[in-house]
């Protein structure tokens, strides 16, 4: 359940970036993708680590583990890019 939750969190962390990206979230609206990227990290990590987790599952978590940490380096970017912008 860790996992799929994890997944789900970045699915909307990715989406978030992609809307930053394109100039529809204003200035720092960066900071709720780094958010969710961050919790699904977590999540995904605490999925993978659980004792009760299939072989499977824990591959997935540690899947999710690895693009969520991959979304929120982009969304740390695109934050140092939108605070560089001249007010």
Do not use: K, Q, Y
């Not at 961050?38 to 299939?54: L, Q, R, W, Y």
């Not at 499977?56 to 970017?77: E, I, K, N, Q």
């Amino acid at each position: 359940m860790r996992a799929t939750s994890a997944a789900a969190l970045t699915a909307l962390s990715i989406i978030l970036v992609v809307l930053c990206w394109h100039g529809f979230l204003p200035g720092l609206g960066a900071v709720a993708p780094m958010t969710l990227a961050f919790i699904a990290a977590c999540v995904a990590i605490i999925g993978a680590t659980d004792e009760d987790t299939t072989l499977a599952r824990r591959r997935f978590a540690v899947g999710v583990a690895v693009v969520a940490t991959l979304v929120l380096v982009v969304a740390c970017v695109l934050l140092l890019h939108r605070l560089n912008e001249p007010l």
